[in-house]
């Protein structure tokens, strides 16, 4: 097929690590503890601060926390904005993922600003003087001390955070290894009582420690209901060492509050310490709200992913060029097929902001999508960011290294999540299998029903439309016929085909309830399904005439079999129709 606009392969370029396949899994597994305590063991694309930043689309979350942090660095110098004053940041991420991302992007931003190239492009917009005036603070000799404490790398009895640092003293708390990470052994002495006893140092003495030092300091808290949960175990007194950090937690964000140059930003994740999650954050609520209204203002909840810009996400990760111009062709022409085209499609896709969608998420179509943050992301294994990041660049791969050659490819659709890549290095048969299905052997259904090299798998033997479709309508998990066959629709058509109407058969539950059976008419290139009763057989009626006294029970049996078998266009059928009814008449 010719089209209009260049195809999916002409237009993006792949990133070469996407490309070549060498796109690693420990590169989407980033940790916070290893990037500051131990970056030779980080990926290179985390451990670089110019490779991490080029490699982050700057969603609208990140640009605000980072714009915060910036405002909040030149707070007590000669560049101080005065336009952030927000010193306790939290990153909810109840509602999408990102928040390892985030952390990491703050971490870099406060200790290797240098490194980072275009700052401008990753703050709010009009805030291009403002990164200019951080880089010229930098340079003038403005340093940012950081301390980072990750609930997963302490526990109850040791909260060290450098295995390999010489000079790091055995702390026993979460604030006696802050103290010592932001002011080092100074900063440690001055809190060392409250470590050894595990007692939780109030507001005055954390305000005593920051007044101290007048440098910008940058606290980074994640995975605190992990470190709760193993210190409610340990009792200090008549209550528990997570009692005590959660005092702890209270009093320093009061700290920060009063202070003009200390800025804490925290997670809390619900995980599997759900409950020790709620509390932490039921705790911070009722303080915020103890305090006056200054301190309520210092208080931002920042969402690091918003739901609409996963797509985007995931595209600026595996692509190095998607031309703006090739993603609005693709959307007006496809918005166009899908508002114009007399079959049914899903409400959404003929909505005048549709198109918006397409152009936002080329070329990832929206379907593909939805199905891994809808569908796929309710599995409690699959880690939604992540883990579409796991799939989709193997999908990119698998896809450039077998392009085909039939017609134009404009989108990347659900059908290319195939287990044909059944590479056991991380092919996506090995990841669903991994993350989907608890590591159950898929081999024999897959090559039976699905995919085979010799292509005798069942869904290999049909038309090339009911190829697409069979892994296609192994994702959505709709029963209803009604629902599924527009969503489908949506999925595999395209502008511009011969035939660009997938067939569709319908879920068990609705051929037992027509009682009947399936079958494809020899000889027609429509690929006509006769509808045949299970048991018996009743004489056939004619298609719909107005002669015909037996209309309303054939157009009814029409209606039924056309929505549920995806007919094609009826006009070219028209005058040469012959149904047979159902055992027992028309349900």
């Known amino acids: ?73 030149l707070a007590t110098t000669k560049y101080d904005p005065g336009s952030y004053t927000s010193s306790i940041l939290c990153l909810d991420t109840r509602f999408g993922g990102g928040k390892t991302h985030d952390l990491i992007a703050s971490y870099h931003l406060a200790e290797n600003p240098v490194d980072i190239d275009d700052l401008s492009h990753y703050l709010l917009d009009g805030d291009e003087e403002l990164a200019a005036d951080y880089q010229d603070a930098v340079a003038e000799g403005l340093d940012i001390a950081t301390g980072v404490f990750i609930g ?5 009895k040791d909260a060290r955070h450098a295995d390999d640092d010489p000079d790091a003293p055995n702390t026993r708390t979460m604030w006696g290894e802050l103290a010592y990470q932001l002011y080092g052994l100074d900063g440690y002495e001055y809190l060392k009582d409250y470590d050894q006893d595990r007692d939780a140092p109030g507001e005055g003495t954390l305000s005593n420690l920051f007044a101290q030092h007048d440098q910008p300091a940058l606290i980074l808290i994640d995975e605190i209901a992990d470190y709760m949960n193993k210190a409610a175990g340990t009792p200090v007194g008549d209550k528990t060492l997570a009692d005590q950090t959660l005092s702890f937690v209270m009093a320093l964000l009061e700290a920060a509050a009063e ?37 309520r203002r210092q208080h931002k909840t920042v969402t690091p992913t918003d739901e609409n810009e996963i797509g985007q996400v995931l595209q600026h990760r595996l692509f190095s060029e998607v031309p703006e111009n090739a993603a609005h062709e693709a959307a007006d022409s496809y918005f166009q097929f899908y508002d114009q085209e007399d079959r049914q499609y899903p409400q959404e896709a003929t909505d005048a902001g549709y198109v918006d969608v397409l152009a936002r998420e080329y070329p990832f179509h929206p379907s593909l999508i939805d199905a891994l943050t809808d569908k796929i992301d309710t599995i ?84 090339k439309m009911d190829r697409k479709r069979s892994p296609t309508s192994r994702y959505p998990s709709d029963d209803d016929s009604s629902l599924a066959q527009p969503c489908i629709r949506r999925t595999g058509c395209r502008p511009n085909s011969r035939r660009s109407e997938p067939r569709y058969r319908p879920p068990r539950s609705e051929l037992r309830r027509l009682r009947c059976r399936p079958i494809r008419t ?43 078998f995806a007919f094609p266009e009826p006009s070219h059928l028209e005058g040469n129709r012959r149904w047979w009814l159902p055992a027992g008449g028309v349900p």
């Open 380 to 463: 409690p294994r699959f880690q939604r960011t992540r883990d579409a990041l796991r799939l989709l660049a193997r999908a990119v791969y698998y896809l450039w290294n077998h392009q085909p050659d039939s017609y134009d490819r404009h989108w990347i659709r659900i059908y290319d999540l195939t287990v044909a890549d059944d590479d056991p290095g991380g092919g996506i048969q090995t990841i669903l299998r991994e993350r989907l299905f608890d590591f159950v052997d898929l081999g024999p259904a897959v090559t039976a029903d699905i995919y085979d090299d010799d292509g005798t798998a069942h869904a290999q033997r049909g038309p």
């Open 1 to 73: 097929m010719s089209s209009e606009y260049p195809s999916l392969f002409e237009s993006c370029q792949p990133r070469d690590d996407v490309l070549d396949g060498s796109l690693q899994e420990e590169q989407f597994a980033a940790k916070l503890s290893t990037v500051v305590h131990n970056p030779e063991k980080a990926a290179p694309v985390y451990r670089d601060p110019d490779s991490f930043y080029d490699m982050t689309y700057p969603t609208e979350g990140l640009r605000t926390l980072l714009s915060n942090l910036t405002g909040r660095f």
């Open 259 to 295: 202070s003009e140059h200390v800025t804490v930003v925290y997670s809390i994740a619900d995980t599997a310490f759900g409950e020790q999650a709620d509390r932490v954050r039921d705790g911070v609520r009722d303080h915020i709200e103890e305090v006056n209204e200054i301190g």
């Open 152 to 156: 997963t790398k302490a526990d109850s």
């Open 522 to 564: 020899p000889g027609r290139r429509y690929g006509r399904r006769l509808l045949l009763p299970l048991r018996g057989r009743a004489p056939p009626i004619q298609a719909r005439t107005k002669s015909d006294p037996d209309h309303r029970p054939a157009d009814r049996v029409y209606s039924r079999s056309e929505r549920s």
